[in-house]
């Protein structure tokens, strides 16, 4: 009895919360990004729902579990691609605001084909901030991990006090600083960043991991790109290698390896959870785009 209850749990589905970024990302391959008053040619292009919760949410679903974006998406009529995406990838979207007329916000992506490395301009969602007001009902029913990318920083900031009162796990995309950080940081179990995250006066890992020690977050990672893995958890530190491979497209790598991560960080120690979303996130690196890894035979 104890054996059929046990694979029971093993074989639940978890649900994860990502909080921050929706953008529609209009992603084309080409030689290279162009200069002034140039035009090119892409040899590729691509449609999809952006931004770091959003393309965390993508992959925590693709790997089996169920995923709700909290962002701003609106009315307009170009949300029906997003809506349409995430459909077809099984994420649920809670709206922070549904009539909002405006446009979502639109990242336009160039990715070099002979090196994978890409070129964004966006608005992100300095237009499209929400308020505590505009969370609705228990979002937190049966969720079992949260993720916070710091671009609703006040509705994360609700989120993730309200998830430290459950005892839900929050997990933060550190892929750059952005103030008000500080105040989500008290609440945070991971603390999954880039090297580029730099909080005010820390200008080395050591400082920033210091920095992190100080609001009592005891799971830290920093990532490098190719390079290994730096983590400390429980006073131990060590680092993960990455998988080698060559790079077809980095975009949403960062993005993919926090959702990976949530979702192996349910069933694992945090090492292993990290060493494994690193295998997930090099993978995608192998084909144009942020879906297509899910899509081909791998």
Not at 13 to 29: A, Q
Not at 189 to 196: H, I, R, T
Not at 233 to 258: E, K, Q, Y
Not at 284 to 292: H, V, Y
Request: with cysteine; proline share 5%; net charge negative.
């Amino acid at each position: 009895m104890t054996n059929l209850k046990s694979k029971i749990q093993h074989l639940k589905l978890h649900r994860g919360l990502f909080v921050g970024l929706v953008t529609l990302d209009l992603i084309y391959l080409a030689d290279a990004a162009p200069q002034n008053n140039q035009k090119l040619v892409a040899a590729d292009y691509t449609v999809a729902a952006g931004g770091p919760a959003t393309n965390a949410a993508v992959t925590f679903a693709h790997l089996g579990n169920y995923a709700t974006i909290l962002g701003v998406v609106g009315s307009h009529p170009m949300t029906q691609l997003i809506y349409s995406d995430l459909e077809n990838y099984r994420v649920a979207i809670a709206d922070l605001d549904p009539n909002k007329p405006t446009p979502s916000p639109v990242s336009s992506i160039i990715v070099s084909q002979a090196t994978g490395e890409r070129a964004v301009i966006s608005i992100n969602a300095v237009k499209t901030q929400a308020s505590n007001a505009s969370i609705s009902g228990n979002i937190l029913q049966d969720i079992d991990i949260v993720l916070i990318d710091g671009h609703q920083m006040e509705v994360g900031k609700a989120i993730a006090q309200a998830a430290k009162a459950e005892n839900i796990p929050v997990v933060i995309d550190g892929g750059s600083w952005k103030p008000g950080f500080e105040e989500i940081l008290p609440f945070v179990d991971y603390a999954v960043c880039s090297a580029n995250f730099s909080p005010p006066n820390c200008h080395a890992e050591v400082e920033v991991i210091d920095y992190l020690c100080r609001f009592g977050i005891r799971h830290i990672a920093i990532t490098h790109g190719d390079q290994p893995i730096t983590y400390l958890t429980s006073n131990h530190r060590g680092t993960i290698t990455v998988p080698r491979i060559t790079a077809v497209d980095t975009l949403g790598a960062g993005d993919i390896f926090h959702g990976a991560f949530c979702y192996y960080m349910l069933g694992d120690n945090f090492p292993n959870a990290l060493a494994q979303a690193a295998q997930i996130a090099a993978n995608s690196c192998k084909f144009f785009g942020t879906r297509r890894w899910m899509e081909l035979k791998q």
